[in-house]
């Protein structure tokens, strides 16, 4: 079992930045691949970027490439959402996400693949 609890969110006006935390107790952290998920209103639940176990791999969808970076801190059992140059479409609850994997460099990228979510962090970006 892993809690997962996010921090960071916020208003932020458009071209702005916000750096989203998620923090991990439980298990070893270094054993889960994790991810940061996005849900706007009335939209489901889409992936943003994740990264692998040891931190090597990161993806990203289309919609954020060039603008978020993902990074993990496993001694501090700690994922982050670096987001730069928001956009007023970005608006959403984003939730971290973990799941125990054996591969250290695996990335996935569906909501199925997950076991684990945090409670989610409010993003607003004003135009």
């Known amino acids: 079992q892993v809690q997962l609890v996010e921090s960071g969110g916020g208003l932020v006006q458009a071209g702005g930045s916000l750096r989203l935390s998620c923090a991990a107790s439980g298990r070893i952290f270094s054993m889960y691949a994790m991810a940061w998920f996005r849900q706007a209103p009335g939209k489901e639940r889409e992936f943003a970027a994740g990264?692998?176990?040891?931190?090597?791999?990161?993806r990203y969808a289309d919609s954020v490439k060039g603008r978020f970076t993902i990074s993990r801190d496993n001694a501090k059992n700690t994922v982050y959402l670096q987001m730069n140059s928001l956009r007023p479409e970005d608006t959403a609850e984003y939730y971290c996400?973990?799941?125990?994997?054996?591969?250290?460099?695996?990335?996935?990228?569906?909501?199925?693949?997950?076991?684990?979510w945090g409670q989610g962090t409010q993003v607003t970006v004003s135009s």
């Open positions: 990264i692998s176990r040891n931190g090597d791999t990161t």
């Open positions: 996400a973990a799941i125990i994997q054996g591969s250290t460099i695996g990335v996935y990228t569906t909501t199925s693949e997950y076991r684990y």
